[in-house]
């Protein structure tokens, strides 16, 4: 059997099925980009390839996924975590002013060039650790025009650089000055007029709010899921994140892909998320930047059965990671993740948060060719490890 590229002597984490999928002597065959074989090699076809790579027994995982990210931004709040040190709280600096509001002013005043050229060292940091796959945000434009750059120059970033880029519109991510008494007149616009123009450009690939005492009401992100859900928009949603604003029952009531955070979800929401199939991404960078102490219902969650995924959150008020390895170290430390559920929550349970299980996640036949090829003896190895990069390559789409 032809095949363009063949990895031998390697061990695979395939991560299909329920634990790691492990293989000590696997191969992997790859022809037009996608996986035409993953498994021993035993069992493996003869393949005519007309590159072999001998892994030297090096172990494979599928190339990791980001799910949640606002790495489109300008300017930093390095000052508001000053403020926080002195005691400040987010709330009080999101009501004075800071916070998200202090970000859109700098994304509104930045070109869409800037903005590129902005994300990719972060992009970089993501891929040089193996990232083939980053979703980003919206959500610091606050207004069509500005939206919607933001939503372009995250396409870019996929042409930049050879990584896959999902891009969410976050319109209802903060109440910008101009709407600042008129939350309700601010969601009409981000329904009636902001997402159709980023459905019209094809630039959106889920709609996500932020439903929060500090943000948008349930009934204000229901009229968003409603708008999304007649144009076949899938949605996820920032929930439960300060508080319980039973969002992520809302979110599971129109299919979500995702809910997002969830230090505050309860037991009806865990029951929501099982029943409709939604991935409980958790973000451990804001939990530890935030100094948050209560966590999410990790016990809960895996007890019904609820996929559990884990990103970076990449932003510049509550979460300036741009390291997905650190977070699997936080996953564990923090959340009291095991290995497997760390590691399944950046590759097929990221995928599924992003729809895309099918394309990307594991290492299957069929699947696009995205790779992280590591240095290292164990997988627990990517979890224990704090500040190492175990990289030895990172293959995209079969190259």
Same mark, same amino acid.
């Given at each position: ?8 002597? !390697? ?62 931004? !300008? ?33 509104? !005043? !930045? ?25 980003? +945000? ?136 099982? +029943? ?90 069929? +699947? ?32």
């Amino acid at each position: 059997m032809r095949c363009d590229r063949l990895w031998r002597h !390697a061990r695979l984490a395939t991560m299909a099925g329920p634990d790691m999928g492990l293989i000590e002597d696997g191969l992997i065959a790859a022809i037009d980009g996608r996986i035409a074989y993953a498994g021993p090699a035993a069992d493996a076809p003869a393949f005519d390839a007309a590159e072999r790579i001998d892994c030297e027994g090096r172990w494979i995982t599928p190339g990791l996924i980001d799910c949640h990210t606002h790495i489109v931004h !300008a300017g930093n709040r390095a000052h508001e975590f000053e403020l926080r040190l002195e005691g400040a709280s987010y709330e009080e600096i999101a009501r004075a002013g800071g916070g998200i509001v202090s970000t859109m002013r700098a994304t509104r !005043a !930045a070109s869409e060039a800037e903005l590129v050229a902005a994300a990719l060292p972060r992009v970089d940091a993501l891929i040089a650790e193996g990232v083939t796959t980053i979703e980003v +945000k919206s959500g610091y434009g606050l207004d069509t025009a500005n939206e919607l750059k933001m939503l372009r120059a995250a396409r870019r970033l996929g042409t930049e650089r050879p990584v896959s880029i999902a891009t969410t519109f976050l319109g209802a991510h903060a109440l910008p000055p101009e709407y600042a008494d008129d939350a309700d007149g601010y969601i009409a616009l981000v329904a009636g007029e902001m997402l159709p123009a980023a459905i019209r450009d094809g630039l959106a690939d889920a709609l996500d709010a932020f439903c929060e005492g500090i943000g948008f009401s349930a009934e204000q992100t229901e009229k968003l899921f409603e708008a999304a859900t007649r144009a076949n928009l899938p949605v996820k949603l920032h929930a439960e994140q300060l508080s319980n604003q039973h969002g992520a029952a809302l979110a599971a009531r129109y299919g979500a892909l995702s809910a997002d955070h969830l230090e505050y979800l309860d037991e009806a929401g865990v029951a929501a998320m099982a +029943k409709a199939g939604t991935v409980a991404t958790l973000l451990p960078g804001a939990f530890y930047f935030m100094r948050e102490t209560r966590l999410p219902p990790i016990a809960a969650l895996r007890a019904a059965g609820v996929p559990i995924a884990l990103a970076t959150d990449c932003n510049p008020g509550t979460s300036p990671l741009t390291s997905l390895l650190l977070v699997l170290n936080m996953g564990a430390t923090l959340f009291h993740l095991t290995v497997a559920e760390c590691l399944a929550g950046v590759t097929r349970n990221a995928a599924r948060a992003l729809g895309r299980a099918d394309e990307i996640g594991t290492l299957e036949a069929g +699947k696009r060719c995205d790779l992280a090829i590591w240095d290292i003896e164990r997988p627990a190895e990517l979890v224990y490890r704090m500040g190492a990069n175990p990289l030895h390559a990172r293959i995209w789409s079969g190259q």
